[in-house]
């Protein structure tokens, strides 16, 4: 083989290398970060290490079976024959999917990790339904059963040539492979893993929003990737993909902070994150199909529909109010995949899907109605995929496996320290009177066989707590019912004369 073969475009492929690395990068320090600082402090380990976990995990499952499942030689018209991936004939060969046809002037390794990254980044999406009360165990079984028994099945059945696609379904980077499917795994595996502890509910402040901001910022910035990378080629659909993502975004996060301002008096930053989600979600079926027009009005529409959803009918709706998913991930991924779903429906162009290289005549607005139904189509049958594994791996872990969902007692009130044997911040060797060592609480619950009362759930999103109940004060602390069991050691009373000799001004205080 030559070392250029006369297929391969080096600029195509130094492309698709450059935005695969720009989609990894969102999920690993992206999402990890954003994990880490938007969950109280006693989780930023937890939270961070699922993400990082998913990244891995899924990556060594690609390259021995999962890759050809999702994108390779068709089994039944919704997946592909498992299979490696891995020796150097292939990694070296150009890169084709078989059942559609599509080929690309580069090689299929760079096919390989380019689609690694996007089934990384739903497993992790996935995570932020989770966070704060998950299995640790559970989620490392979890990760792989999901991706081979739900992801290759969408991926297969949209992008590489299954009935989805031969349908007419468009979704041109992910709204409903990664995105609708992600929203609807988290919010139905929330629900059968159960809450987190009421006081985590109700006090659920980030415990750092830089670390938010900065992992939003790098979520944002390899969208370019995301989407820019999903003609396969440095095209200007390409570059149509890329600036669209961007409109969309922009004014997902003006119209999300406008609804704060109107609604709740304030705008907030943690809003704008939301928006900001929401826009991308939206965007990324569409992305290179609509005009920049449509991505003006997917923006407007994920700015205010996932926010309705979010702060009213979150609130409202009995049962959504009752599963709590952590980061409101049905919101933002859910919804907002919905009316990205449907939006390109309506505002997909004639001269963008050629561009794209697929032979769809528009959406409504070029008098293809058909386009509305066939993606409704498509979402229902990823929904309803995604409903009934996440159930059945959910039921599997914890019946046939016999592995608990939800954290021990003992680890939901300690945090990290309990699950992990580590702490996010260490800033000095010592500890105040009113504060105690996780350690302790960990010693204590224990030698009392705590339990603590479950009490209601709250759902979050990404911003403070909409439903933290009206005239209630929150507490860096846990509520009384979760810390009345813990006692202070024998050694207390020394360790608290040795913090007053060391630190007298913070315990006069009470710092």
Sequence with gaps: MSATPEWLDTGDNAWQLTAATLVALQSVPGLTVMYAGIVKSKWAINSAFMAFYAFACVLICWVVFAYKAAFGKQMLPFVGVPGPAVTIEYELGQAILPTSGITANFPMSTMVYFQFVFAAITLILIAGSYLGRMNFLAWMIFVPLWLTLSYTVGAFSIWAGGFLAKLGVIDYSGGYVIHLSSGTAGFVGAYWIGPRLAADREDNRPNNILCVMIGAGILWIGWNGFNGGDPYAASADAGVAVLNTNVCTAMSLLTWTVCDLLYFGKPSIIG???????????????????????????????GTIPWISMNIVGRKVKFIGAVDDTLGVFHTHFVG??????????????????????????????????????????ALFVIGWNLVWTTLIMLFIKYVLRVPLRMSEEQLIVGDYATHGEEPYVFGDHWLSNSYHPEMALSQSKSNNVTSGMGPTYNSGLRRDPNVIEGETPSDEPSSEDTDHITAPSNSKALQAQNQERYPEKIEKGD
């Design 272 to 302: 704008a994150v939301q928006g900001m989600i929401t826009g991308l979600v939206a965007i990324t079926p569409a992305a290179g199909v609509v005009a920049g027009w449509g991505a003006i009005a997917l923006g407007f529409g994920s």
């Design 337 to 378: 995949a919905i009316v990205g779903g449907m939006g390109t429906g309506l505002f997909a162009t004639i001269e963008g899907c050629a561009a794209f290289g697929i032979t769809n005549a528009g959406g409504a607005i070029d008098g293809n109605g058909r386009q509305v139904w066939v993606q409704l189509v498509g």
